[in-house]
């Protein structure tokens, strides 16, 4: 099992950017897939995005298609999420987290590790 920790958060002005980072410790990082999830105030948790073991495959939902991006580097076990254009829609947590696949992720099925989170506020 990975250990996660999420950092990047802040508060930015509508139509800004903000990259989070995810730092894995555990020699299996590379054999996981990875996402990122958030949750707003009142909220229940989504899905934000989700990477493959090997990077080949990116996933997202429509609501940050197009704005968001996730990536990995699997020599510095991070997994980074990049965010622009963003919206006051997109104020929550970001959690960053580890399943065996992508499907897990996609449908928040069995996750096997999250992280604690890293807040992202996003003001009008």
């Known amino acids: 099992q990975v250990q996660l920790v999420e950092s990047g958060g802040g508060l930015v002005q509508a139509g800004g950017s903000l990259r989070l980072s995810c730092a894995a410790s555990g020699r299996t990082f590379s054999t996981y897939a990875m996402g990122w999830f958030r949750q707003a105030p009142g909220k229940e948790r989504e899905f934000v995005a989700a990477?493959?073991?090997?990077?080949?495959?990116?996933y997202y939902p429509d609501s940050v298609k197009g704005r968001f991006t996730i990536s990995r580097d699997t020599a510095k076990n991070t997994v980074y999420l990049q965010m622009i254009s963003l919206k006051p829609d997109d104020t929550a947590v970001y959690y960053c987290?580890?399943?065996?696949?992508?499907?897990?992720?996609?449908?928040?099925?069995?996750?096997?590790?999250w992280g604690r989170g890293t807040r992202v506020t996003v003001s009008s």
């Open positions: 990477i493959s073991w090997n990077g080949a495959n990116t």
């Open positions: 987290a580890a399943a065996s696949g992508v499907v897990a992720l996609t449908t928040s099925g069995a996750i096997d590790s």
